[in-house]
C-alpha cells in the first residue's frame, strides 16, 4: 500500500537498511574518517551480528564499532542497551568500549552521519 500511495504522490518510499551498505560511508576518501582509523577498521559481522545482536553489518575500529540493522527498532534496542552509543536510523555508533575524546568522537560521528541521506531520501551507498 505504501508503494502505491508514493507511486501515486510521487514521492519515493522511505529507504530500507537493505538500501544501504555501512562499509561506503566508513571508507569514502572524500569524507575519511579521522586520525587513520580507516587503517584499524575490519569487519566484524560474522562476530558481532549475532541472534542476540541481529546486527545485518558490523565494523570495529580503534575509533569506535558502526554497526547496521535491519530494523529501526532493533538499532533502536542495541542504542538503549550500550553504555555510550549514537545512532541514525538504522546505523549506530558504538563508542562503549573506547576513550577517543569528545573532540574525535564528534569529528568521527559528524564524518558518518553526514554520508547518511536525509530521512526520505535514498541511500547511496
Given amino acids: 500500500m505504501l508503494l502505491a500511495v508514493a507511486l501515486l504522490t510521487g514521492c519515493s518510499p522511505p529507504p530500507t537498511s537493505q538500501d544501504f551498505e555501512l562499509a561506503g560511508p566508513l571508507t569514502n576518501p572524500e569524507m575519511p574518517l579521522p586520525d587513520g582509523a580507516v587503517a584499524t577498521l575490519r569487519s566484524v559481522t560474522s562476530e558481532l551480528c549475532t541472534i542476540a545482536v541481529p546486527c545485518v553489518e558490523a565494523w570495529s575500529s580503534d575509533v569506535g564499532v558502526f554497526l547496521r540493522f535491519d530494523t ?22 558504538d563508542f562503549s568500549d573506547v576513550d577517543i575524546g569528545s573532540t574525535r568522537r564528534s569529528s568521527v560521528t559528524s564524518v558518518i552521519l553526514a554520508q547518511l541521506p536525509p530521512e526520505h531520501a535514498p541511500f547511496l551507498f
Fill in 72 to 93: 529501526v527498532d532493533d538499532a533502536e534496542s542495541y542504542v538503549d542497551a550500550a553504555s555510550d552509543a549514537e545512532w541514525d536510523r538504522f546505523v549506530v555508533l
